[in-house]
Nanobody
Framework: QVQLVESGGGLVQAGGSLRLSCAAS????????MGWFRQAPGKEREFVAA????????YYADSVKGRFTISKDNAKNTVYLQMNSLKPEDTAVYYC????????????????WGQGTQVTVSS
């Protein structure tokens, strides 16, 4: 079992920054991939960014490229999402997720999920 706990959400003005953290515990192996997803009210959960524990391969959704940065600290079993130049449309609950295997962008392919952290961007 893998447990994921997100933190770092909050309220920020447009153009501001936030850094989300996802602390992983349990049976996290080097072949796991970690992803960030988000879900806005009335919308489906969507892919934001993902990273491979072992290779460090990174993928971003087009909507966040150049603004968000995903990174990991292997020693702390923690994945981060640095969010800069935030826009009101970034407002959502952000979820951390894990899967065994290669990085994918499909929500249903992830096996473990955190409880989510709210990010609200005011205009």
């Amino acid at each position: 079992q893998v447990q994921l706990v997100e933190s770092g959400g909050g309220l920020v003005q447009a153009g501001g920054s936030l850094r989300l953290s996802c602390a992983a515990s349990g049976r996290i192996f080097s072949r796991y991939s970690m992803g960030w997803f988000r879900q806005a009210p009335g919308k489906e959960r969507e892919f934001v960014a993902a990273i491979s524990w072992r290779s460090g391969s990174i993928y971003y959704a087009d909507s966040v490229k150049g603004r968000f940065t995903i990174s990991k600290d292997n020693a702390k079993n923690t994945v981060y999402l640095q969010m800069n130049s935030l826009k009101p449309e970034d407002t959502a609950v952000y979820y951390c997720a894990a899967r065994y295997g290669l990085v994918v962008v499909i929500t249903s392919e992830y096996d473990y999920w955190g409880q989510g952290t709210q990010v609200t961007v005011s205009s």
